[in-house]
Every structure is written in C-alpha cells, then in structure tokens.
C-alpha cells in the first residue's frame, strides 16, 4: 500500500465530508478514494469514518487519526523539501578511494574544480594503492585501474590511462639505454611490490619480460622519484610519467614498443538510494577525464 497517498485521500475526504468532492480534488475515481481509506482504516484497524448516502464524518478514532495524519504529510513534506533543496544547493560528503599517484594528481585537481563549484560538498579522500573495503571503509567510490572490475560491484569506466617505460637523464650517462626488451635484463628496474615481469607488444606480438632490482614499493609515486633521482628504469602510467617527462626528468624508452596500460573505473555499491553528490561527482569526473591518456 502507498500509505502516503491513502492518508491524503482520507484526509481529502475528511475535510470534504464527500467521497465524491475529495476524488475530484486529487483527480482520481472516488472507487481509488474508497479504497485509500479502506486501506488506512485496515493499517490502522479502526474505522475512521461514519458513511451514509447523504453525509461522511469523523468517527472519534477519526479525528485522532485525522490530526496525526496532518503531521504525517507535513513531516513527508519537510523531508522532500530537505531533500530536493540538498540536490539543488549539493551539499553533503563523498568519500572516494584511489591509487596515491591518481589522488595527488588528477584526483586532486578534479576535487578542487568541483568543491570551487559546490563548496558545500566534503570530500575525503583516501589514497592507497591497495583497494579499499568500500564497506568496512565506508567509500561512497573506489577509483580503480582493471581491465575487469568487480562483477559484484557498479562500475563506469571513465578513461584508458597508458603505460611508459622511463628513466632519468642521469641514469642514462651511466648505462646505454635498453635497445629491445630483452635488454631490460641488464638493468636495473623499479618495480612495484608482487611484479617480477613488464609486458611490451610489437606489431601486435607481446613479450613478456622478466625484471628485477634493488627497489620495490606498493607506492608508485615512490618509484617516480626514485627514478627522477636516477636510481633505475620505471613503468609508470602515463598520467603520471607525462608530465615530468615534459620537464625532462625522464626520458621514454623503448618508445617502438607498446607497453600496456589499463582502465580507470569508478566503482560503488549500488545505484539505489545513492546520494545526489555522489552521482553527481561521477558525472563530474567522466566530463573532466573523457579522454585516453597515452605517452606524448
């Protein structure tokens, strides 16, 4: 039963005394009317009204209801104002989880631009580039790079991030740069944690490389600027590795081979119930971040 709209036409009637002037008032059948209040009075197992064919009123336990049905519609009717005025001015908190490199970059600049345009929204970020419980963690959504997200989870691809292989000027005065994959065997390669092997395609036949080094970590931005300070031969994604190749800090390698990226999704819990700001900052980062990042 849709109590809210059975407690109206009762409500209707009561204030009409007619059945047939209250089914005109919410432009329904008076059949559609009669079975509102037959509904309430069965919810509420009291009659509420005393019908005959010249007059309808208020039994006692009628009035009663009448005036606790009042509140009922006013207190639905503050809760849709409250909630319609949060999706015009967006106020409220989203909390999103990300990759460290991903949130002190392009995550950082996107939540800048959009709290500048609603400055009533809070945004928590947590940056780890492990994944998140987005229950035990309460993420409202994860940023993640997969080729296949979470059959369990929603999930909206927002871009295709590439991946460069790189190394600074200075490492480069010491060593020859690799000249095909195979080289990579002969240097020193940062690797992030549980990776032993880079991937690179050619004319459409992938190699797969085994690497190794003196440095690993679960950071990326931690490899980034070991490699910057010359230590060693990265893979990083584009979106990182772009800018600071620009500036010459690092230099592309192996720049005939393609090395595989990944996908950037935002993924969440559900899309029933979601809150305005949260479908909203979805929205906002699928406008910002529309197109792929590849190497310059």
Same mark, same amino acid.
């Given at each position: 039963?849709?109590?809210?709209?059975?407690?109206?036409?009762?409500?209707?009637?009561?204030?009409?005394?007619?059945?047939?002037q209250a089914a005109e008032?919410?432009?329904? %059948?008076?059949? $559609?009317?009669?079975?509102?209040?037959?509904?309430v009075e069965a919810w509420l197992q009291q009659r509420l009204l005393h019908r005959t064919t010249r007059k309808v009123s208020l039994t006692s336990a009628g009035e009663e209801a009448l005036l606790r049905c009042r509140r009922i519609l006013s207190e639905a009717a503050a809760l849709e104002a409250t909630a319609l005025n949060r999706r015009k001015q967006l106020a409220g908190s989203v909390r999103i989880a990300a990759p460290i490199g991903l949130a002190q970059h392009m995550l950082l600049d996107a939540v800048t631009q959009f709290t500048e345009q609603y400055p009533q929204v809070v945004v928590d970020i947590l940056a780890s580039d492990s994944y998140s419980q987005l229950v035990d963690e309460r993420v409202d959504i994860a940023l993640r790079y997969t080729e296949q997200p979470d059959d369990q989870l929603i999930a909206r691809k927002l871009l295709n991030i590439g991946s460069v292989i790189c190394a600074s000027p200075k490492?480069?005065?010491?060593? %020859?740069?690799? $000249?095909t994959p195979a080289d990579l065997n002969q240097h020193n390669c940062l690797l992030h944690l549980n990776t032993s092997h880079w991937s690179l395609v050619k004319h459409n036949q992938p190699q797969t490389i085994e690497v190794s080094g003196n440095l690993k970590a679960n950071d990326v931005m931690t490899l980034l600027r070991a490699a910057v300070k010359g230590h060693g031969i990265v893979r990083l994604p584009c979106d990182l590795a772009n800018p600071v190749i620009e500036q010459g800090q690092l230099v592309p390698l192996l720049t005939d081979y393609h090395v595989p990226g990944s996908a950037l999704w935002a993924v969440y819990l559900s899309r029933s119930y979601q809150l305005p700001v949260v479908r909203q900052f979805i929205d906002f980062l699928a406008s910002c971040w529309h197109t792929d990042i590849v190497r310059p």
């Open positions: 039963m849709d109590r809210l709209n059975a407690i109206r036409s009762f409500i209707e009637v009561a204030d009409a005394g007619s059945f047939t008032q919410l432009q329904l %059948s008076r059949l $559609q009317v009669s079975r509102h209040v037959q509904e490492y480069l005065q010491r060593v %020859s740069a690799p $000249q």
